[in-house]
């Protein structure tokens, strides 16, 4: 089992920063790839953006390319996902999640077994 907290959550003014954290425990060994994911009032839930955890080949959901970045620390125990200039409609609950069968696509939730319980961010126009 791998267990994953994430922190960083808040609100923001459109335009501004964030950094979402993803501290993860247990058997991290089969977190082939992790991702970040996210839910909007009434929306399904989204792929955000994704990584292999060794080569750190990473992809992005088209929204967010060029204002988010996804990385991890050097011990691949903790993910980040760096948010800049965020819109309204980047408000959601995000949720870290780690799997192994990365071949599914990095950015579909049928990539991962393991989901955190979310952190809310929530951008003001």
């Known amino acids: 089992q791998v267990q994953l907290v994430e922190s960083g959550g808040g609100s923001v003014q459109a335009g501004g920063s964030l950094r979402l954290s993803c501290t993860s425990s247990?058997?991290?060994?089969?977190?082939?790839?992790m991702g970040w994911f996210r839910q909007g009032p009434g929306k399904e839930r989204e792929g955000v953006a994704g990584v292999v955890t060794e080569s750190g080949i990473t992809t992005y959901t088209d929204s967010v390319k060029g204002r988010f970045t996804i990385s991890q620390d050097s011990a691949k125990t903790t993910l980040y996902l760096q948010m800049n200039n965020l819109k309204p409609e980047d408000t959601a609950m995000y949720y870290c999640?780690?799997?192994?069968?990365?071949?599914?696509?990095?950015?579909?939730?049928?990539?991962?077994?393991?989901w955190g319980q979310g952190t809310q961010v929530t951008v003001s126009s």
């Open positions: 247990g058997d991290t060994y089969s977190a082939y790839c």
């Open positions: 999640a780690a799997g192994k069968n990365c071949w599914r696509g990095l950015t579909a939730p049928m990539t991962y077994e393991h």
